[in-house]
């Protein structure tokens, strides 16, 4: 798999091709079983994980977690900066030369945009990042295309509306990202304020890639095979007063789903705040608890990759 997988961190979609965003999905496939408990894998025994997250989360250091003790590994790390020598002051540079001796592999969550990339020129081991504030989050990608695979059968030929704050959510980011490299037709739902950034929009129009814009949800969902809402990120806005203008503007319910294809799902990489309701959650349509539980396989396809520990587990 060396070759179509060639990489020595994992910092943005776009440092992928489509062989090897395809080469991380057939590989997760293989990692599902393993995740149900019918096969047991050794192929970490002895790799440790270092999680350094500067940023709340839930799901995503649990599943990089789950997965590497999943395939035999251990883990360390923070969730709390504040409990870091980060809190006295040391720099980023410094935290990864550090954590990196520690472990065989480094997933860094961050608040600012480029921190991986950053930390990746100090690491000795390999970065994945976690999320680098309204930048990208490469591997929440990966498991949202992989649910797009394994739910519709294939990423191409689909017309996916994102929606929610396209403007700070790096999840949307990444994953118009991707799917440019597919052939999707693309439709933004969003307030004008909070649309999709001019340099993501000018390289889908460089490529020639289909896309719409639209802020009113109810007009375009009956049109989509995927529906990927996304929260409104509070913690990104300059001002309280700029984010209550536009909280609460999306909220799927079931009664929206009344006319919609019969096979089109809806997708969050979550958290959610008001943005489903609860209502939707026993609807055919609603896959972002299968999506957020795909994190586990993407993860483990992406260390065992990174760290070529793949051999092992395909003999
Ligand atoms: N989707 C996602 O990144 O969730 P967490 O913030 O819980 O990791």
Same mark, same amino acid.
Do not use: W
């Given at each position: 798999?060396?070759?179509?997988?060639?990489?020595?961190?994992?910092?943005?979609?776009?440092?992928?091709?489509?062989?090897?965003?395809?080469?991380?999905?057939?590989?997760?496939?293989?990692?599902?079983? +393993?995740?149900?408990?019918?096969?047991?894998?050794?192929?970490?025994?002895?790799?440790?994980?270092?999680?350094?997250?500067?940023?709340?989360?839930?799901?995503?250091?649990?599943?990089?977690?789950?997965?590497?003790?999943?395939?035999?590994?251990?883990?360390?790390?923070?969730?709390?900066?504040?409990?870091?020598?980060?809190?006295?002051?040391?720099?980023?540079?410094?935290?990864?030369?550090?954590?990196?001796?520690?472990?065989?592999?480094?997933?860094?969550?961050?608040?600012?945009?480029?921190?991986?990339?950053?930390?990746?020129?100090?690491?000795?081991?390999?970065?994945?990042?976690?999320?680098?504030?309204?930048?990208?989050?490469?591997?929440?990608?990966?498991?949202?295309?992989?649910?797009?695979?394994?739910?519709?059968?294939?990423?191409?030929?689909?017309?996916?509306?994102?929606?929610?704050?396209?403007?700070?959510?790096?999840?949307?980011?990444?994953?118009?990202?991707?799917?440019?490299?597919?052939?999707?037709?693309?439709?933004? +739902?969003?307030?004008?304020?909070?649309?999709?950034?001019?340099?993501?929009?000018?390289?889908?129009?460089?490529?020639?890639?289909?896309?719409?814009?639209?802020?009113?949800?109810?007009?375009?969902?009956?049109?989509?095979?995927?529906?990927?809402?996304?929260?409104?990120?509070?913690?990104?806005?300059?001002?309280?007063?700029?984010?209550?203008?536009?909280?609460?503007?999306?909220?799927?319910?079931?009664?929206?789903?009344?006319?919609?294809?019969?096979?089109?799902?809806?997708?969050?990489?979550?958290?959610?705040?008001?943005? +489903?309701?609860?209502?939707?959650?026993?609807?055919?349509?609603?896959?972002?608890?299968?999506?957020?539980?795909?994190?586990?396989?993407?993860?483990?396809?992406?260390?065992?990759?990174?760290?070529?520990?793949?051999?092992?587990?395909?003999?």
């Amino acid at each position: 798999m060396k070759g179509v997988f060639d990489k020595d961190h994992v910092v943005s979609i776009r440092d992928f091709t489509v062989d090897e965003i395809n080469t991380v999905l057939d590989y997760a496939e293989k990692m599902v079983p +393993i995740v149900k408990g019918d096969k047991i894998s050794r192929e970490m025994e002895g790799k440790i994980l270092a999680t350094l997250f500067f940023e709340p989360s839930t799901r995503t250091m649990l599943s990089f977690q789950a997965a590497m003790q999943r395939l035999g590994g251990s883990c360390i790390g923070f969730a709390n900066p504040k409990q870091s020598s980060v809190k006295k002051g040391e720099t980023l540079a410094d935290t990864l030369t550090v954590t990196s001796s520690y472990a065989d592999i480094v997933v860094l969550r961050h608040p600012q945009e480029g921190a991986a990339r950053l930390a990746s020129k100090f690491s000795s081991k390999p970065v994945i990042n976690a999320g680098d504030g309204a930048g990208q989050h490469p591997t929440q990608t990966l498991l949202d295309l992989f649910t797009i695979r394994d739910e519709m059968g294939n990423i191409s030929n689909n017309h996916i509306g994102i929606a929610g704050d396209l403007k700070y959510g790096r999840t949307v980011h990444s994953l118009t990202n991707a799917l440019a490299m597919y052939d999707t037709e693309l439709t933004f +739902i969003a307030p004008p304020g909070l649309q999709m950034p001019d340099e993501i929009i000018k390289k889908l129009k460089k490529d020639g890639i289909e896309y719409h814009k639209a802020d009113d949800m109810e007009a375009v969902i009956d049109d989509l095979d995927v529906l990927y809402l996304t929260r409104i990120q509070r913690e990104r806005f300059p001002t309280e007063e700029e984010y209550e203008k536009v909280a609460s503007i999306y909220n799927v319910n079931r009664n929206m789903l009344e006319n919609v294809k019969e096979d089109m799902i809806v997708m969050h990489p979550l958290p959610r705040v008001d943005e +489903i309701s609860p209502d939707v959650d026993d609807t055919k349509h609603a896959k972002y608890f299968e999506q957020a539980a795909n994190g586990v396989p993407t993860r483990m396809a992406i260390m065992s990759l990174l760290l070529e520990t793949y051999k092992e587990a395909m003999e």
